[in-house]
């Protein structure tokens, strides 16, 4: 059974940072590729970056330059470093995984964790 959970939201000024971890149940395939949604209140949930089993990245424009995504298979971890934050990124983050992650598209089941506020004044 695949369970996800994050860590690391908050609440920071406008141009701080902030690191979000997420940790994969133990047995997730390594071939899964791992991500970071967000959902802003009233709005649909979107995708922020993802990284695949080869390490392969994508962002969405809306973080380029500003937000990291790393795994770590040993630990069964993805991390978003999220530097000169916005108000607008304001929203509740999803670690999410699946096995059908193609440049920036989910294709088939997604599992997701609970989710992690990050608030941005």
């Known amino acids: 059974h695949v369970q996800l959970v994050e860590s690391g939201g908050g609440s920071v000024q406008a141009g701080g940072s902030l690191r979000l971890s997420c940790r994969v149940s133990e047995g997730t395939p390594n071939n899964y590729a791992l991500g970071w949604f967000r959902q802003a209140p009233g709005e649909e949930r979107k995708g922020v970056a993802a990284?695949?089993?080869?390490?392969?990245?994508t962002y969405a424009d809306s973080v380029k330059g500003r937000d990291t995504i790393s795994r770590d298979n040993a630990k069964n971890t993805v991390t978003l470093q999220m530097n000169s934050l916005k108000p607008e990124d304001t929203a509740v983050y999803y670690c999410v995984t699946n096995a059908g992650h193609v440049d920036g598209s989910w294709y088939g089941l997604c599992y997701w964790g609970q989710g992690t506020q990050v608030t941005v004044s």
């Open positions: 990284i695949d089993n080869d390490g392969r990245i």
